[in-house]
């Protein structure tokens, strides 16, 4: 299951930095219809929520 998982979003990763390179983020999105745009923030928030580390460990350069 985790190795599906790193393999998609690996390849979201891929497909990111090839449309930043040929055309930038904003350029592609702005030209993308609202409803398309949103869909995108919305599973971008989601999987920042279900697969985001939320605990309460402190953050690493505390300890320099």
Do not use: C, D, H
Not at 20 to 44: C, D, F, H, M, T
């Amino acid at each position: 299951k985790w190795l599906l998982i790193l393999f998609f979003a690996v390849g979201f990763m891929f497909l990111v930095e090839y449309i930043q390179e040929k055309k930038g983020i904003i350029n592609y999105l702005s030209k993308k219809p609202a409803w398309i745009r949103w869909v995108i923030y919305l599973l971008v928030t989601l999987s920042i929520l279900v697969f985001g580390a939320f605990n309460n460990k402190p953050f690493i350069y505390f300890q320099f």
